[in-house]
């Protein structure tokens, strides 16, 4: 772990005091002004994709929200940086979030927090501060340097009644609760509860580590979310390829923004806002990036055969409606500049989602995607992770065992499949 230093150097100094001047606007957050010292900008290390409250595949506190409680909730950065802001969602929130005051710290394990490390969070430099209904609220800037894979905690203290609570369901990972302000503890004790969902916290961004612009999102449903891998140990693809190019030396952000569930075409109370509605927001809003890999369709392919995981009714999609889907997503991501990726949908046979109709809209989709030119590259992930015996089957080695999610080996092949190269 580093210390956080007595002095902040010249550069960052100036840094942290133009930000202060700008930072805690409720809106759509933005790069730093660019100044000799913001040159690079703020980039997102980590993000998680909001939708609203809802019931989903497990308990949770989305619906019942919070009040008087302590909420403390662990990730892990993918880059590195010299400053630090958290971003909190109120996207589905029809009432202001009233924060009563927030910390950031560096990870011990579980719940337990470095105590040096903790920082009290303020947002134009007040320690209790609003999210607005239906906005994102950025912090103030923070000195606490990191390093790419670094763990950090975010605690949040409410004291009033939230309402229902803007979330992420499928964490992938453990977030803990406790009655009572507790925002300042560095132990565990009081943080009893736990859930497997996110609450609010929608980004965090590191200021003075990569360049501005070499960020890349992931984007798409829970193969990207991570279904499938062990909870707790960042083994997502996201996680894996960010761990990949930090060994390589290449260190750089790389943004998870999948919704377990999440289709190309079709909303849902439950299952996230389609991608075309939500790409503007999740991979366009976020600051620093330059490359997105879009992996969506399986869910518009499988939920027209099968009612969801969670009861609602099959919505029939063609394959000519995801391939619009997909070419209104990579204009939008051309008009701003980014560099797109298409990822092929990967084997499913043998799930709930497979039958004949399905696998040829799966073909259809997958033929698109490699042979239309129209995406600057494709990762091939269908053949990636086809069984050398069935190439319409996850190869048993990457099966989770619903034969539709990928394993930690599964998650770890797909990494492996982008070209580094590609993402420049």
């Not at 942290?16 to 040159?39: K, R």
């Not at 279904?227 to 060994?247: F, K, Q, T, V």
């Not at 996850?394 to 092949?413: C, E, I, K, T």
Request: net charge neutral; hydrophobic share 40%; charged share 20%.
């Amino acid at each position: 772990m580093h210390a956080v230093p007595r002095r902040l150097s010249p550069v960052l100094a100036l840094t942290l005091a133009t930000l202060l001047a700008g930072s805690g606007t409720a809106s759509a957050v933005t790069s730093a002004p660019a100044t000799a010292a913001t040159a690079h900008g703020w980039v997102a290390t980590w993000t998680a994709s909001p939708h609203r409250p809802s019931a989903s595949f497990t308990p949770n506190w989305s619906e019942q929200g919070f009040a008087n409680q302590t909420i403390r909730q662990v990730v892990r950065v993918s880059t590195g940086g010299a400053l630090i802001r958290i971003r909190l969602s109120n996207a589905y929130g029809t009432t202001p979030l009233k924060v009563t005051g927030a910390t950031v710290a560096r990870t011990v394990n579980g719940a337990a927090v470095r105590p040096r490390s903790l920082r009290h969070l303020t947002v134009n430099q007040a320690r209790a501060f609003t999210v607005p209904a239906g906005a994102e609220l950025a912090s103030d800037p923070m000195p606490l340097p990191l390093t790419a894979l670094d763990s950090v905690t975010v605690t949040l203290y409410v004291a009033a009644p939230t309402g229902p609570a803007t979330y992420h369901a499928q964490a992938m990972a453990i977030s803990y609760r406790a009655d009572g302000d507790h925002r300042a503890d560095s132990g565990a004790e009081a943080f009893t509860e736990t859930s497997p969902s996110w609450y609010y916290l929608s980004g965090v961004d590191v200021i003075g580590g990569t360049s501005r612009r070499a960020g890349v999102v992931a984007f798409g449903d829970s193969i990207t979310d991570g279904y499938g891998s062990r909870p707790g140990a960042d083994n997502r693809y996201p996680d894996e390829l960010a761990e990949r190019l930090a060994a390589m030396g290449r260190p750089r952000a790389v943004l998870n923004q999948g919704i377990g569930g999440n289709r190309v075409t079709v909303d849902s109370a439950c299952l996230g806002d389609k991608a075309t509605s939500r790409f503007r927001r999740d991979v366009l809003g976020q600051p620093g990036v330059g490359t997105v890999i879009i992996l969506e369709g399986i869910n518009d392919i499988g939920m027209s055969e099968a009612p969801t995981p969670i009861g609602a009714p099959p919505t029939d999609v063609s394959a000519k409606e995801i391939i619009a889907g997909h070419r209104d997503l990579i204009r939008q991501a051309r008009a701003k500049g980014l560099r797109v990726i298409g990822a092929t949908l990967p084997p499913m046979k043998g799930s709930r989602y497979y039958t004949v109709r399905s696998e040829a809209k799966r073909d259809e989709v997958n033929t698109w995607i490699r042979a239309s030119g129209e995406y600057d590259e494709v990762v091939d992930f269908d053949r990636e992770l086809a069984s050398p015996s069935d190439e319409d089957r996850l190869d048993p080695a990457y099966d989770v065992g619903d034969h539709l999610h990928p394993n930690d080996a599964g998650y770890r092949a797909m990494a492996h499949a982008v070209d580094p190269a590609d993402l420049d």
